[in-house]
């Protein structure tokens, strides 16, 4: 049987921007630059003979054409990349990459590896650490990581800390975070003490300005708001522009970090840092495991997804403000 079919890279940009509803978005998941998408399409509707997207002035919208034909689109690709997956010739086999937050692989899941590796002794495991994988308020295209798009490599997967809204993939929710105040044990004691929120103000704020311009942590303004102390600017105090500096400042003694609850359990619970105050602020982001869907039924990942989601269920979840 003869079929006529468009261009494979003129149905993935019509898939990418009908999801994004955006050509700029759309040709930064795939690569490409906006006018390359737009040609793309254009050369897509020419050979359907019919419009796909109503163009107007700030905003894209799809035709009822165009509705139509996006879920069989998104199929057929989905279909084509798990068919080639299926006669791919894996030269390492057993491989997982796995793309994660930096503080969340330092302190959550590489003291708990060990469980997975001795699970999986023929694995062959890369973890990746990259801020990349924090939703910002740039477009996100869940499974690209420094330009590297992860459904044409061989077993990879993201743990994304962001909304979970990342459509087309197959997303796991992990759990969510709530942020405390936490310090080492010295600074009970210290002069002045700090034994009630109050005391605050006398205190060493650390600042984490890897969540600066992003939505994923939120400020000490609202942890003082809710502890109810006033009076203090929310701005002096030591900045750092990696987690880890701020998790190692606070072992030190350096001053008092806000931190994602989860992030520090083992800390609180081996009494090297201790969390002064009941306050806990919460918020929208949360811990997801990100997959193509092309890939998720292969054995690592899902020996990985397993295992990751068991040790995820232990943790609490977050209590939303």
């Known amino acids: 049987m003869t079929y006529r079919l ?8 019509f898939e ?16 490409v630059t906006p006018t390359a998408v737009s040609h793309q ?5 020419d050979f359907l003979g019919l419009n796909l997207f109503h163009r107007l002035t700030r905003a894209l919208r799809l035709t009822p054409q165009g509705e139509a034909m996006l879920p069989k689109v998104r199929e057929g690709l989905e279909c084509f990349a798990a068919a080639v997956e ?13 793309v994660l937050p930096p503080s969340f692989a330092t302190r959550w899941l590489v003291p708990r590896l060990r469980r997975f590796a001795l699970s999986q002794p023929s694995l062959n495991l890369h973890v ?26 061989d077993s990879l997967v993201v743990i994304r800390f962001g909304t979970g809204t990342y459509p087309g993939f197959h997303v796991d929710r992990m759990f969510g975070s709530d942020y405390i105040a936490v ?7 210290s002069d002045p003490p700090l034994r009630e929120p109050a005391d605050m103000r006398n205190q060493v704020l650390l600042h984490d300005d890897t969540m600066a311009g992003e939505r994923a942590g939120p400020s000490w303004e609202e942890w003082l708001r809710l502890a109810g102390v006033g009076g203090v600017d929310c701005n002096v ?15 030190d003694g350096l001053g008092i ?62 209590r939303p403000n």
């Open 257 to 318: 970090a806000l931190a994602s609850k989860p992030l520090v359990a083992t800390a609180l619970a081996q009494g090297r840092l201790v969390s002064p105050f009941d306050i806990a602020v919460g918020q929208h982001f949360a811990y997801y495991l990100v997959t193509a869907e092309a890939i998720s039924t292969r054995p690592a990942v899902q020996a990985f997804r397993t295992w990751l989601l068991d040790e995820a269920k232990h943790e609490e979840p977050c």
């Open 128 to 153: 990746i650490r990259s801020l990349s994988t924090i939703d910002g308020d740039q477009p996100v295209n869940p499974l690209t990581i420094d330009g590297v798009d992860l459904r044409e490599d």
């Open 6 to 13: 468009p261009p494979l890279n003129a149905l993935r940009a």
């Open 41 to 45: 399409i254009k050369q897509l509707e």
């Open 16 to 31: 990418a921007a009908a999801r994004h509803l955006s050509f700029k978005n759309a040709a930064a998941e795939l690569s």
């Open 183 to 189: 310090c080492a044990p010295k600074l009970l004691e």
């Open 237 to 251: 105090g030591p900045h750092f522009s990696d987690s880890g500096l701020v998790y190692v400042a606070a072992l």
């Open 86 to 98: 299926n006669v791919h010739e894996r030269i390492t086999y057993g491989r997982l990459i796995v």
